[in-house]
């Protein structure tokens, strides 16, 4: 069986290894201190649960859906004009199966052999296999400590940005925790209208801002309308990641091409799962908030504590991610990754699984109690792996 060359254009699944070491260490009884996948730990609250159990007893909704319902789209309306103050109407409005769906599929829609996308790096991987997929061509922009991890566009020569059709933007940004501030978005907003170029906003993380900047839509900027849209998910915030809600919003002639592609794909999210969409959507936002405070300390908890024992670890100024530089010098950072979790039991992501510029650092996940994390760096200490 001869399989498609596409399928070359993407390495091995970079988690295996880690995967089979952290069963081993588990079968031979010790501990794990699981820090490296982005899931919340945090239950979903129980008025959106009860919201998908109740619909899921009624046999019709069991049936395609086939679009999405008029109240699911007006409610991410009414939730973009309460929580970012931004008006959208209804057909700038377009469910998908999870953001990593929707940014695996939507450079389909966009995208001819060979066009040109930029993309950030470091960068979440679907951002990567999403243009692959498109069979474009990849120009990465760079978001390193010297521009405080946001996005340098002076590194995209006029001919690349002259090329380019779509560009990818993540902020707060995974997995660097920066966050943008009004001055980048209106660097980026200028930015694409000079080289006409759509923007592809990844807005996971609006709702885990630390500090003084606050999170806010893409849409949020002037003229961002006339160039962008953005992927808005209600996974992190409302702790429903397996549920896989997640919408296109923004220029309506995007949402059209997008929900065409999708159409041809998919039959609509499942009808219980819109109705617990819509409950969330209209929901009151406190818990979220106090979420927010939580992930917070949990980051003090562990950059902190890391600082404390002479890892030097940036504090992460947004989303549920911290990013730390290897310590050990000339060491990759899967080498790393292996020996920390041999060593302590602490379990992070190699920065080379996100881009050409991930290579030096590790990602933590704030995904464990305060508690925890406390022990989770105790363990680190008393391994001995930072003084060497």
């Not at 566009?153 to 660097?176: D, F, G």
């Not at 602490?346 to 080379?352: A, E, I, N």
């Not at 290579?359 to 060497?388: D, H, Q, T």
């Amino acid at each position: 069986m001869q399989f498609s060359r596409r399928l070359n254009a993407f390495g091995d699944e970079i988690f295996a290894s880690l995967n089979e070491k952290k069963l081993q260490r588990e079968r031979e009884g010790k501990k794990i201190y699981n820090l490296s996948v982005g899931t919340p730990d945090f239950a979903a609250p129980e008025s959106i649960r009860n919201a998908l159990i109740e619909a899921a007893k009624d046999p019709e909704n069991w049936k395609y859906s086939l679009r999405d319902i008029p109240e699911l789209t007006q409610s991410v309306c009414a939730y973009y004009r309460r929580r970012f103050g931004v008006e959208i109407a209804p057909e700038m409005v377009a469910s998908c199966n999870g953001t990593q769906e929707g940014m695996g599929h939507i450079g389909l829609a966009l995208c001819d052999v060979g066009d040109t996308v930029l993309l950030p790096s470091p960068c979440y991987p679907v951002f990567i296999a999403g243009a692959k997929m498109a069979e474009a061509e990849i120009f990465y922009y760079p978001m390193t400590e010297k521009t405080n991890f946001l996005p340098d566009l002076t590194a995209i020569p006029e001919w690349v940005a002259r090329r380019a059709k779509y560009m990818v933007v993540s902020l707060p940004a995974n997995p660097m925790g920066s966050v943008g501030t009004r001055e980048t978005y209106e660097k980026i907003i200028a930015f694409a209208k000079k080289y006409d170029i759509l923007i592809v906003h990844d807005n996971a993380y609006s709702d885990i801002v630390f500090g003084e900047e606050v999170g806010r839509s893409f849409l949020s900027y002037p003229g961002a309308e006339e160039v962008g849209v953005e992927f808005f998910s209600l996974s992190k915030s409302f702790n429903v990641t397996g549920a896989r809600i997640s919408f296109l919003v923004g220029r309506k002639d995007v949402v059209a091409a997008f929900r065409k592609l999708r159409s041809q794909i998919d039959f609509g999210m499942f009808l219980p799962v819109q109705k617990a969409a819509i409950v969330a959507l209209n929901s009151s936002l406190d818990g979220v908030k106090a979420q927010c405070e939580e992930y917070r300390a949990r980051r003090d908890e562990l950059c902190g504590g890391f600082q404390k024992i002479g890892w030097n670890i940036p504090d992460s100024k947004g989303s549920m991610f911290v990013w730390a530089p290897v310590p050990k010098e000339g060491v990759t950072s899967m080498a790393f990754c292996l020996e920390l979790m041999e060593r302590s039991g602490v379990l992070c992501t190699p920065g080379s699984s996100f881009g050409p510029l991930g290579e030096g650092f590790v990602r933590f996940a704030l995904v464990l109690e305060r508690k925890i994390i406390r022990e989770a760096v105790e363990s680190v200490e008393r391994c001995g792996i930072l003084k060497e």
